[in-house]
């Protein structure tokens, strides 16, 4: 009766908590709303900002920005020409440089952007800094956060159905199935929920940096010097949060012409 009762408040739930992603159409998980969402993003981003060393001032500084705000004005773009005005109303677009060896670059919900140092020497360049740049901004315009946060609590919900329906089950047969759910649920639900993202990312931000006015050839270059650098150190597929390096390149490298195709529609058709 206890497990019936979450089963039904879950689907009520999902059933009235979708939102639309603009560059798929398709209704995605949205359990927690923006609202709540980007306020706590805007101050976990400054509080970052205050507790690392932020680089200003610096052409490689200036040139985050530069290249942040032609993704973002490439967005406004895209998203006015297909319906979707408005879209980015409570957005706060940012971009910051911050001094660290770690070869990453991430974007809060609302556009809060970071890139460390350490991932300037593999991006090489503005085109290289614009595919990475495009694939984050993409993150935050088709609400992957808000999406990873809904997925996790749908995880809680069934991890708790899954608790109640087996109570009555001895110590050792609980702690079986608890963890077939739990390896179920992280390779068979939400590595491959991550790895769509991942995906999805790579896709939109792609257009974003040829309307941008970049070559979407380089983002495949991109991840040639990313698996390089890597030095073929990671993790399976399967196990992993992100595509391979290999399925990167070749994924980029089959969208570029589209990219082209889709920024032609805006007047784009040279690339930088």
């Not at 009235?16 to 209704?27: D, E, H, L, R, V």
């Not at 109640?164 to 390896?183: C, P, R």
């Not at 991942?198 to 939109?204: G, K, L, S, V, Y």
């Not at 589209?258 to 805006?266: D, G, H, L, S």
């Amino acid at each position: 009766m206890k497990i019936r009762k979450y089963l039904v408040w879950a689907t009520a739930i999902l059933f009235i908590s979708c939102a639309t992603n603009p560059f798929t159409g398709k209704q995605t998980l949205a359990l927690v709303p923006n609202s709540q969402i980007l306020p706590m993003a805007f101050q976990q981003y400054n509080q970052f900002l205050g507790e690392n060393k932020v680089v200003k001032g610096t052409s490689d500084a200036e040139m985050i920005k530069r290249v942040g705000q032609k993704i973002a004005k490439a967005s406004e773009r895209w998203l006015n020409a297909n319906g979707y005005a408005g879209y980015l109303k409570d957005y706060q677009w940012e971009y910051n440089l911050v001094e660290d060896k770690a070869v990453n670059a991430w974007c809060m919900p609302g556009g809060k952007i970071v890139f460390y140092t350490g991932i300037l020497p593999i991006a090489k360049d503005e085109t290289g800094i614009a595919a990475v740049m495009g694939h984050e901004v993409a993150h935050a315009l088709a609400n992957h956060g808000q999406q990873r946060m809904s997925a996790a609590q749908i995880q809680q919900v069934a991890g708790v159905a899954t608790a109640v329906a087996i109570q009555n089950k001895s110590q050792e047969t609980q702690q079986i199935i608890g963890t077939a759910f739990g390896l179920g649920s992280q390779f068979g639900v939400m590595l491959p929920f991550s790895r769509s993202h991942e995906t999805e990312a790579d896709r939109i931000g792609l257009q974003l940096m040829a309307i941008a006015g970049y070559n979407p050839d380089e983002a495949a270059n991109l991840w040639r010097r990313m698996k390089a650098n890597s030095g073929g150190q990671a993790p399976p597929e399967f196990m992993s949060t992100h595509p391979s390096s290999d399925t990167r390149i070749r994924n980029l490298t089959e969208w570029a012409p589209a990219a082209k195709a889709e920024a032609r529609k805006f007047g784009v058709t040279t690339f930088k």
